[in-house]
């Protein structure tokens, strides 16, 4: 296929202050296939997103029907090994997985491989209806090489985990839900507006206490669970040392809406 002109991710900015970007994976005439520069494209939208100080949290959407159908499997076909070993093949991947700020997956169809991936690398997952997961990587003579067999091991559990990258087996939205896959399901055409709805009550959190959050509830996937409650009370007396914290606790009391300041 000729490679598609224009921007591979596009991007909007939503609420009054600009708080919410909505990041769009835009490559529909290939299914969103997660090829070299669409993949490029995203971290430096990453990239730049984090260091504005505006956005609070980030949406990633697809297109109609699909999230995103993989790596791109035309791109792969020609490599041999001593070329996927070295950089920068699939080096900047993990540019999701490392976005301080909160992400919400709004997955609206297809999510394969690699687009199963990029979801499970976001915090937040909300399924349309019509949404499909899986790894199919073994169908293609190869294994999950983003994070596949082990977040999806962490997320669903090992069986369920083993089956699908053994196998290839889809599941459906529903069947996503109640492996614990996604967090909600919704209409596919109110999947948008709900994940931004979502997106802007974060925003309204103190910045501060959500990236402390992000990483304390991230821990629990990496640490032991002593260490990792150690590390969660850590982070929960450094929210004594913000402004943030008062201003809730004080609007609690005083039966007002707190706003946050970021201090
Ligand atoms: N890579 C490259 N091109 C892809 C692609 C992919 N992952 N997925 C779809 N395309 C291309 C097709 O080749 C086709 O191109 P042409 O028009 O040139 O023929 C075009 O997109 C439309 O695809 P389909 O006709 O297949 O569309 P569909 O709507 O009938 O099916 C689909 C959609 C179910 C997503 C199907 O395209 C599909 O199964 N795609 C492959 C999914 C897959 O195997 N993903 C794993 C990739 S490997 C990986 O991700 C490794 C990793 O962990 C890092």
């Not at 260490?227 to 969660?232: I, N, S």
Request: proline fraction near 5%; charge should be neutral.
């Amino acid at each position: 296929m000729a490679a598609e002109p224009g921007a591979m991710i596009l991007l909007e900015r939503h609420g009054d202050g600009a708080e919410v970007a909505l990041v769009t994976l835009n490559r529909p005439r290939a299914r969103n296939a997660l090829c070299d520069l669409l993949m490029t494209q995203l971290a430096d939208t990453l990239d730049q997103l984090e260091t504005d100080d505006r956005v609070r949290v980030v949406v990633i959407t697809g297109q109609p029907g699909v999230f995103a159908a993989g790596a791109d499997i035309k791109e792969m076909l020609p490599k041999e090994f001593p070329a996927v070993v070295q950089p920068p093949f699939l080096q900047h991947w993990d540019r999701l997985s490392r976005c301080q700020k909160p992400v919400i997956a709004a997955v609206n169809g297809y999510a394969l491989g690699g687009g199963c991936e990029l979801a499970m690398m976001c915090d937040v997952i909300y399924a349309s209806d019509e949404a499909v997961f899986g790894q199919p990587e073994i169908t293609l003579g190869t294994i999950p090489g983003a994070g596949g067999t082990q977040r999806l091991c962490r997320t669903v559990g090992r069986p369920l985990a083993m089956e699908m990258c053994l196998t290839g087996r889809k599941l459906t939205a529903a069947e996503a839900l109640q492996a614990g896959l996604v967090g909600r399901v919704i209409p596919a055409e109110k999947l948008l507006e709900e994940a931004l709805k979502t997106a802007s009550r974060i925003a309204a959190m103190s910045p501060i206490a959500t990236v402390l959050c992000k990483k304390a509830v991230n821990a629990a996937h990496q640490t032991s669970l002593s260490a990792g409650l150690q590390y969660e009370r850590d982070l929960f007396y450094a929210t004594f040392a913000t402004e943030d914290r008062r201003t809730g606790m004080d609007a609690f009391i005083q039966k007002q809406a707190p706003v946050f300041t970021g201090k």
